[in-house]
Every structure is written in C-alpha cells, then in structure tokens.
C-alpha cells in the first residue's frame, strides 16, 4: 500500500473517531448541567412550601379554614368539569400593620381588558414557566404575579395554604387562592401603570366592620357581597373570597344585607 493511501486511512479513522471524543469530553459538562438543573429544581420546590409553621396566631383560624373548605361552600361558581378555562392564581396575602392584621389589594388600571379598574388581589395567568398547574404552579404564579404587578419581594412571603379552585364566568378564568403570610415585609406600589393603578392595603378591622360592607346588584340581577374601604368599592370575585374567609375564619360580623350598591353595565 502507498503511503498516500494510508494517510488517506488514517485521516478518515480520525474523522469517525472525533465524534465519540467529542462526546466524551462533552459529558462531564452535560452531566454537570443536569445536575445543576435538578439542584435548581430541588431548590425551587424547596423555596415554594406550603407550611403553617411559625404563623402568627391570629391566623390559626384561616389556615384551619384552608384545610377543610370544600369548593361549594366558596362559591356556586367552580371550574368546567370538562377542563375548559384559562388557568390562573391569586396571592392573598395576610401582613400585620399599624392597625393589626390586612391584606394587600390592588386596583387594576382602567385600560385593561379583563376587569378594568376593579379592585383585586395580585396574581394572573400562570405561565409555562410557573410548572405544573397540578402542583407547585398556581403558588409560583401567585408569587410571580404579585412582584410583577405590586414589586412585591416573594422572598419575604410565607405560603400557609390554598383555597379550592374557582371560576369567573365573564373571564373564563379557573383561579386557586393562594394563601400567604407577608413575615418579611418589602415596599411594595405600581410596577407598570398599563397593568395597575394603585396598591394598597386594607385593615381586616375595616373589612369586618359592618358599617363598610354592603351588597352590589349587576345590572343582570347577580348580587354579591362587597366592601367600601379605602376609597375603593371592593366586590365582583375578590370580595367574595374576602367575605368566605371571613365567614369560616369566625371573623365575620353580622352586617345589613339590605344595604346595596348598583353597579352599571360596564362592571
């Protein structure tokens, strides 16, 4: 054989031979990637338990609530039972200030096409990123949501429970409250004015004051519990979850159904 000849030889065996070389050299770094990877994901899961430890005591109540709520006892509106519905979260979140135990609110901004200027708590769609709408997602939507809308620090939020999921039929949207405790409270305002008008706080006082509920009446005929606190008229799906907590949690005072507020056509 010439010496052309097995040059020609070796070259090729060299050329088959670099793939398998390059993998090889490749796998320690892939390797180290999923390994990465799983850590991430094993440190995500850790940072979105749910977990009563450490609550103030005041809040017993809800998160015993939490526990043994059924859907039905929330609202005659629940969820497809085909599974139809635009998936989504909201972060109710429980913080202690001068007056006592609040929540946090906000107002969403008047050019929004879902529930423009009503009052609501942060929270949205859940993302892909946001993982298993089964599990773990509706609580890293909730978060993501509310540091997205209020600039919210999730890191200071301690997630205590979950509410049965719930259906807003003018919307299609199938929302899971998600229950927080504010342990480390962070300065929280608008973020993006085309999403939010204004972040607030209400005094769980002045929710169960029966002086600020009343009952608003939809042009259609629904009526439903809401509240005028804060120079905000509280009401539609918030205000219902609101009064249930209430209700469950033994807070609720009684308060003059009668008293109504109308809303027009464009609520």
């Known amino acids: 054989m010439k010496a052309d000849e097995h040059s020609t030889e070796a070259a090729a065996a060299a050329a088959q031979a670099e793939p398998a070389a390059a993998a090889a050299r490749n796998a320690p770094d892939e390797a180290h990637d999923g390994a ?3 850590a991430d994901e094993a440190r995500d899961d850790a940072a979105i338990d749910v977990t009563t430890e450490g609550l103030p005591g005041w809040l017993d109540p809800v998160a015993r609530a939490a ?8 609202s005659r509106f629940l969820p497809p039972a085909n599974g139809a519905g635009r998936q989504s979260a ?3 979140l429980f913080g202690e200030g001068a007056r006592g135990p609040e929540l946090l609110l906000m107002e969403r901004a008047g050019s929004l096409r879902s529930h423009p200027g009503q009052p609501s708590f942060p929270g949205g769609s859940l993302d892909p990123s946001d993982g298993d709408q089964e599990t773990t997602g509706p609580l890293r939507a909730a978060l ?3 540091e997205e809308e209020t600039g919210l620090d999730p890191h200071g939020v ?3 429970g979950v509410l049965p999921r719930l259906y807003i039929p003018v919307s299609s949207f199938v929302v899971t409250p998600v229950l927080g405790w504010w342990r480390s409270p962070s300065p929280v305002g608008v973020v993006d004015p085309a999403e939010t008008a204004r972040v607030f706080t209400v005094p769980v006082a002045d929710l169960t004051d029966p002086a600020n509920r ?3 009446r939809h042009p259609s005929g629904h009526c439903g519990p809401a509240f005028l606190v ?3 008229l509280v009401w539609g799906f918030t205000a219902g979850v609101i009064d249930r907590i209430l209700h469950f949690a033994g807070w609720e005072r009684p308060w003059d159904r009668a008293k109504q507020v109308p809303l027009d056509w464009r609520a």
């Open 214 to 216: 009343v009952t608003t």
């Open 90 to 92: 909201v972060l109710v």
């Open 230 to 232: 804060e120079s905000a």
């Open 158 to 160: 301690q997630l205590f």
């Open 36 to 38: 990465r990877a799983t």
């Open 144 to 146: 993501r949501e509310a």
């Open 67 to 74: 526990r043994t709520i059924e859907p039905q006892q929330l």
